[in-house]
């Protein structure tokens, strides 16, 4: 879905440099996963699987700092 791109991008616009590779390998799993849940992850509708609790925090974070942001891009 649009919006999980828009999302993902600009977290690994920010982050993924300064990853470690057990980050990145968290980060390419979570890729792996259904954009549908993902989003439901990141809006908290339902909780992250413990693997992914501590990036979808992260993520969650920046998301609601720069919300205004990427609803104008939508």
């Known amino acids: 879905i649009l919006e999980m791109d828009l ?3 600009a ?3 920010r982050r993924l440099d ?3 590779e057990t980050e990145l390998a968290t980060y390419e799993q979570l890729l792996a ?3 549908h849940d993902i989003y439901a992850w990141i809006g908290g509708q339902v909780s992250a699987p413990e693997a ?3 990036l979808i925090e992260q993520i ?4 609601s700092g720069s919300a205004g942001a990427e609803q104008s891009a939508i």
Do not use: K, P, V, Y
Not at 60 to 63: M, S, V, Y
């Open 7 to 9: 999302i993902l991008s």
């Open 11 to 13: 977290f690994a616009g």
């Open 18 to 20: 300064a990853m470690s």
């Open 33 to 35: 996963e259904s954009d």
């Open 52 to 54: 992914f609790s501590a």
């Open 60 to 63: 969650a974070g920046q998301t």
